[in-house]
Antibody
Framework: QVQLVQSGGGVVQPGRSLRLSCAASGFTFSSHGMHWVRQAPGKGLEWVAAIWPDGSTKYYGDSVKGRFTISRDNSKDTLYLETNSLRTEDTAVYHC????????????WGQGTLVTVSS | SYELTQPLSVSVALGQTARITCGGNNIGSKNVHWYQKKPGQAPLLVIYRDSNRPSGIPERFSGSNSRNTATLTISGAQDGDEADYYCHMWDSTAGVFGGGTKLTVL
């Protein structure tokens, strides 16, 4: 069936790095834009980053620009988020999501992975 | 950057109609999507492109979008509808979420 399975995450000290992965199955991964969305404890959903189907175009939210890098490997049907220079305010559950349609709704979500930034 | 404004909370009596609004400058000219979020679960798409319902979403969920307000309507609210709801759109180079509305079913 159509699904996104996430891995990575965990506890990391401020200033360190972490890579999140999102493995897709059940659909043609290379035909879809992919996004990362996060939710900090007690807060709302926050859009983090997006990548076009062929990886040619990437966009980032202001709070992560210059520190996070979104990428994909269409040969492995996998999406990545490299998180660098982590801050305590990056503590959140991170979800990957498949973008559908020209206006980009998210019908398919990963289960989420918790990133805790703490000393 | 574009902003979407939602009320913090909405309450509805069991079986009655709940309306959750999402305000934005000329939002009626954009495509708005709605998600239901429960603790410990991934968000669930309930409305896409203003008023379209994905397969498997009950007919009691509907949406509209005009001028400066998009609205998610839940007709005949049930206990299982109690959750946080978020509006969302793509603004040419960035995704935008509303702040979220907590729906309480009384």
């Amino acid at each position: 069936q159509v699904q996104l399975v996430q891995s990575g995450g965990g506890v990391v000290q401020p200033g360190r790095s972490l890579r999140l992965s999102c493995a897709a199955s059940g659909f043609t991964f290379s035909s879809h834009g992919m996004h990362w969305v996060r939710q900090a404890p007690g807060k709302g959903l926050e859009w983090v980053a997006a990548i076009w189907p062929d990886g040619s175009t990437k966009y980032y939210g202001d709070s992560v620009k210059g520190r996070f890098t979104i990428s994909r490997d269409n040969s492995k049907d996998t999406l990545y988020l490299e998180t660098n220079s982590l801050r305590t305010e990056d503590t959140a559950v991170y979800h990957c999501a498949r973008s559908d349609g020209a206006s980009g709704w998210y019908a398919v979500w990963g289960q989420g992975t918790l990133v805790t930034v703490s000393s | 950057s574009y902003e979407l404004t939602q009320p913090l909370s909405v309450s509805v009596a069991l079986g009655q109609t709940a309306r959750i609004t999402c305000g934005g400058n000329n939002i009626g000219s954009k495509n708005v999507h709605w998600y239901q979020k429960k603790p410990g679960q991934a968000p669930l798409l309930v409305i896409y492109r203003d008023s379209n319902r994905p397969s498997g979403i009950p007919e009691r969920f509907s949406g509209s979008n005009s001028r400066n307000t998009a609205t998610l309507t839940i007709s005949g609210a049930q206990d299982g509808d109690e959750a946080d709801y978020y509006c969302h759109m793509w603004d040419s180079t960035a995704g935008v979420f509303g702040g979220g509305t907590k729906l309480t079913v009384l």
